[in-house]
Every structure is written in structure tokens, then in C-alpha cells.
């Protein structure tokens, strides 16, 4: 498996919640970002195969990223939605042997993305 795969998008009522899952093996390091048309493709979490974590100031406190090495899987908690995160949500990830932390919500940090999910919140 070459890239990653995401699942577990859908639809949901503002204030609502929805977890997204992605499994891929062997990554230094993974994240979840999102897109919406006509904007640049956004960062939202980021996760080390060791375990550290860091958030975009967008969805800190809100969305929870966590992973189970023993699966293979990240996932991505989302707790009260609003209609402002609808959008196609990616999973990435990245096998370098060395990185700066301080660069992991960077999309040219990932080499490997998967094809997308969509998360839709209405009001």
C-alpha cells in the first residue's frame, strides 16, 4: 500500500461530531488537512510515529488527532462541527527518516496523500 486511505466522512448537523479514520504503515509521521474549491489545501493536525502531536490554531481544542500503531491508522476526531468545515478532509503522510517538527503542517512535508473524504456540516 502506497498511499494512505481515508474513511469516514459524511454528513452532520452543526455541533455535531464525526470521526475520520487513514490507514498507512511504515510513516515517520502523518496528518490530516482539508480543502475546500478555490482555496489552498489547510492544515489541521499533525501526529509522529512517536506519538507528538500539533494542531492548527483553526481546530485546536475542537478536533483531536490520535493513532494506533498496531493498526497502522491515524484518526481524526471532530467535535463541534460548524457549516465553515465542510470540506474535503486528506490524509498524508511521510516516511523521512529526519524532520523538523516545527514543519509537519506543512503539505510539502507529505509525500503520500490519500484521495480525499468529504465531511459536510450543515446549520
Known amino acids: 500500500q502506497v498511499q494512505p486511505v481515508e474513511s469516514g466522512g459524511g454528513s452532520v448537523q452543526s455541533g455535531g461530531s464525526l470521526r475520520l479514520s487513514c490507514t498507512g504503515s511504515?510513516?515517520?509521521?502523518m496528518a490530516w488537512f482539508r480543502q475546500t474549491p478555490g482555496k489552498e489545501r489547510e492544515a489541521l493536525a499533525a501526529?509522529?510515529?512517536?506519538?507528538?502531536?500539533t494542531y492548527s490554531d483553526s481546530v485546536k481544542g475542537r478536533f483531536t488527532i490520535s493513532q494506533d500503531n498496531a493498526k497502522n491508522t491515524i484518526a481524526l476526531q471532530m467535535n463541534s462541527l460548524r457549516p465553515e468545515d465542510t470540506a474535503i478532509y486528506y490524509c498524508a503522510g511521510d516516511r523521512a527518516k529526519y524532520y523538523d517538527f516545527e514543519y509537519l503542517l506543512r503539505p510539502e512535508m507529505y509525500a503520500d496523500w490519500g484521495q480525499g473524504t468529504q465531511v459536510t456540516v450543515s446549520s
Open positions: 511504515g510513516y515517520t509521521y
Open positions: 501526529i509522529t510515529s512517536n506519538g507528538r502531536e
